[in-house]
């Protein structure tokens, strides 16, 4: 009887503390809630759709070749499946339980373990639920599509990431970390979109047989590679400058702030209007070394470079994008109202046309002028190639243009759309930094296709974080120039 009621005893104890023990876990999955909560990424709030942020120039460890790889050193749930495995079906593995271990582990050690996994499932199931809701949260089927879902995330995840980046300094590591963890989540969509092409195979008899495989569809296969080396040459850009002889200093605050003590003030770079906002680059009076204003000159390049390439991809993928029939139905009867009677009459003279003398003749002032013409060339060149199409009665601008050269005929609207394709080309050629034009952004609006709403908005944001890393790198660079004038 003493045995059973000590067992009595010691279960009421071991019972009491159970219990104690899960409250405290439900206090610590509350409080990972809240945190949870606020760092999501997947707002129902959608950014502009801007090519570049110019105006706001405001957007991290080295990275690997391999973006697949996560930041931390065990293995997360949300990343790409092993290499042993076809990332091409589904892996239910991602978000797994790992196998239980025979050791011995205190309450405290468990609940510690536990934590990052619970945090990142959390995670999961806020972000799987708004992209089954379409962002609608009252679930009532009102929702974006899951392609504009993810468009939003991608981008909202750049705002949050790189939104106060001003500087040319590395990302803050929990924020790179947050980016590379995130970014890949959202990637892994990729994984799961594939064609089927014939493939032969090899029986055993020594007989060939065709079978249908699976493989990365084509412009996620082409693209999406290249974007995440892009990704990580940027970031590697950012790293380069953890040792700087520049520093940066808040507009009102130019005293105190040299990095040699001294206290007398230091002179304003000529800044514009338009950049009021931003951090002022200071350099010393002596100006930067040699050293410093090559690697300066080497990283601008890159980030050049990189700039070009995520336009160009973001270009093609913009024009395999179906043209919504919102915009169809809202062009213009007549081209020639559209682009205006200046434009009209040099597009149909009888001379050799070229648009950039038509640009220069235009004397544009200021990006959002150049934008507005952008609308009014585009909307004339479909106009015009509607009725070509029209006229032909072909289904697409491509059958037209083939018939066109094969019957060797001269068809005012087809000559007309060319032009007006060559001036757009032009126009944007000439201003890199333009914002996506009203056509752009309804392609993005009532995209439908996944793969390309990820490939579209990844390119979008890694455009606009090249093209503010090279605007800062001219800052330093004016300042250096403007120090060692006034030295001289």
Same mark, same amino acid.
């Given at each position: 009887?003493?045995?059973?009621?000590?067992?009595?005893?010691?279960?009421?104890?071991?019972?009491?503390?159970?219990?104690?023990?899960?409250?405290?876990?439900?206090?610590?999955?509350?409080?990972?809630?809240?945190?949870?909560?606020?760092?999501?990424?997947?707002?129902?709030?959608?950014?502009?759709?801007?090519?570049?942020?110019?105006?706001?120039?405001?957007?991290?460890?080295?990275?690997?070749?391999?973006?697949?790889?996560?930041?931390?050193?065990?293995?997360?749930?949300?990343? +790409?499946?092993?290499?042993?495995?076809?990332?091409?079906?589904?892996?239910?593995?991602?978000?797994?339980?790992?196998?239980?271990?025979?050791?011995?582990?205190?309450?405290?050690?468990?609940?510690?373990?536990?934590?990052?996994?619970?945090?990142?499932?959390?995670?999961?199931?806020?972000?799987?639920?708004?992209?089954?809701?379409?962002?609608?949260?009252?679930?009532?089927?009102?929702?974006?599509?899951?392609?504009?879902?993810?468009?939003?995330?991608?981008?909202?995840?750049?705002?949050?990431?790189?939104?106060?980046?001003?500087?040319?300094?590395?990302?803050?590591?929990?924020?790179?970390?947050?980016?590379?963890?995130?970014?890949?989540?959202?990637?892994?969509?990729?994984?799961?979109?594939?064609?089927?092409?014939?493939?032969?195979?090899?029986?055993?008899?020594?007989?060939?047989?065709?079978?249908?495989?699976?493989?990365?569809?084509?412009?996620?296969?082409?693209?999406?590679?290249?974007?995440?080396?892009?990704?990580?040459?940027?970031?590697?850009?950012?790293?380069?400058?953890?040792?700087?002889?520049?520093?940066?200093?808040?507009?009102?605050?130019?005293?105190?702030?040299?990095?040699?003590?001294?206290?007398?003030?230091?002179?304003?770079?000529?800044?514009?209007?338009?950049?009021?906002?931003?951090?002022?680059?200071?350099?010393?009076?002596?100006?930067?070394?040699?050293?410093?204003?090559?690697?300066?000159?080497?990283?601008?390049?890159?980030?050049?470079?990189?700039?070009?390439?995520?336009?160009?991809?973001?270009?093609?993928?913009?024009?395999?994008?179906?043209?919504?029939?919102?915009?169809?139905?809202?062009?213009?009867?007549?081209?020639?109202?559209?682009?205006?009677?200046?434009?009209?009459?040099?597009?149909?003279?009888?001379?050799?046309?070229?648009?950039?003398?038509?640009?220069?003749?235009?004397?544009?002032?200021?990006?959002?002028?150049?934008?507005?013409?952008?609308?009014?060339?585009?909307?004339?060149?479909?106009?015009?190639?509607?009725?070509?199409?029209?006229?032909?009665?072909?289904?697409? +601008?491509?059958?037209?243009?083939?018939?066109?050269?094969?019957?060797?005929?001269?068809?005012?609207?087809?000559?007309?759309?060319?032009?007006?394709?060559?001036?757009?080309?032009?126009?944007?050629?000439?201003?890199?930094?333009?914002?996506?034009?009203?056509?752009?952004?309804?392609?993005?609006?009532?995209?439908?296709?996944?793969?390309?709403?990820?490939?579209?908005?990844?390119?979008?944001?890694?455009?606009?974080?090249?093209?503010?890393?090279?605007? +800062?790198?001219?800052?330093?660079?004016?300042?250096?120039?403007?120090?060692?004038?006034?030295?001289?």
């Amino acid at each position: 009887m003493e045995k059973l009621e000590d067992f009595e005893e010691g279960f009421e104890s071991s019972t009491v503390s159970s219990l104690d023990h899960g409250a405290v876990d439900d206090d610590h999955d509350h409080e990972h809630d809240q945190s949870t909560t606020l760092n999501s990424t997947l707002s129902g709030r959608s950014f502009a759709y801007y090519r570049t942020n110019s105006e706001t120039s405001a957007f991290s460890e080295q990275l690997t070749d391999d973006l697949n790889s996560c930041s931390s050193e065990t293995p997360s749930p949300v990343c +790409w499946p092993a290499a042993g495995r076809s990332p091409y079906r589904p892996a239910l593995s991602r978000f797994g339980v790992k196998k239980p271990t025979h050791t011995f582990e205190t309450e405290e050690d468990k609940l510690e373990s536990h934590e990052p996994m619970d945090l990142e499932l959390e995670m999961m199931k806020e972000r799987f639920a708004k992209l089954l809701l379409g962002e609608d949260m009252s679930g009532s089927g009102k929702g974006v599509s899951t392609a504009v879902t993810i468009s939003n995330a991608i981008t909202n995840l750049y705002a949050s990431m790189f939104g106060q980046h001003q500087k040319l300094e590395p990302l803050h590591p929990e924020k790179k970390m947050m980016w590379k963890r995130e970014m890949n989540c959202l990637l892994s969509v990729c994984d799961y979109i594939v064609e089927f092409i014939p493939t032969s195979h090899s029986l055993q008899n020594g007989k060939a047989m065709e079978v249908m495989s699976s493989r990365p569809r084509s412009d996620i296969y082409i693209n999406l590679p290249a974007l995440k080396k892009l990704d990580a040459l940027l970031l590697e850009i950012l790293d380069s400058f953890k040792e700087t002889e520049f520093w940066y200093v808040e507009q009102g605050n130019m005293s105190g702030n040299s990095r040699s003590g001294s206290f007398r003030k230091i002179p304003l770079p000529q800044r514009k209007d338009e950049k009021w906002w931003l951090p002022i680059p200071c350099v010393s009076p002596e100006g930067l070394s040699e050293k410093a204003r090559k690697h300066l000159r080497q990283k601008r390049d890159s980030a050049n470079q990189i700039h070009k390439a995520a336009m160009a991809i973001n270009s093609s993928i913009l024009a395999e994008m179906e043209i919504p029939h919102t915009y169809i139905t809202s062009l213009p009867k007549c081209g020639r109202t559209s682009v205006g009677d200046t434009i009209y009459r040099y597009m149909t003279s009888g001379g050799k046309f070229s648009p950039d003398h038509l640009l220069d003749c235009l004397n544009i002032s200021s990006e959002h002028e150049a934008l507005e013409l952008a609308d009014r060339v585009e909307a004339s060149m479909y106009t015009w190639r509607r009725k070509a199409c029209a006229s032909y009665s072909k289904s697409s +601008w491509e059958k037209v243009k083939q018939h066109v050269a094969e019957t060797e005929r001269v068809d005012k609207n087809v000559v007309l759309a060319e032009r007006a394709d060559s001036l757009l080309f032009s126009l944007k050629q000439r201003y890199p930094e333009l914002s996506q034009t009203t056509l752009d952004t309804s392609k993005i609006q009532y995209n439908m296709d996944v793969g390309q709403a990820i490939l579209e908005s990844y390119s979008r944001v890694l455009e606009g974080l090249a093209f503010n890393i090279v605007a +800062w790198i001219d800052d330093v660079l004016f300042e250096d120039k403007s120090m060692r004038n006034q030295e001289s």
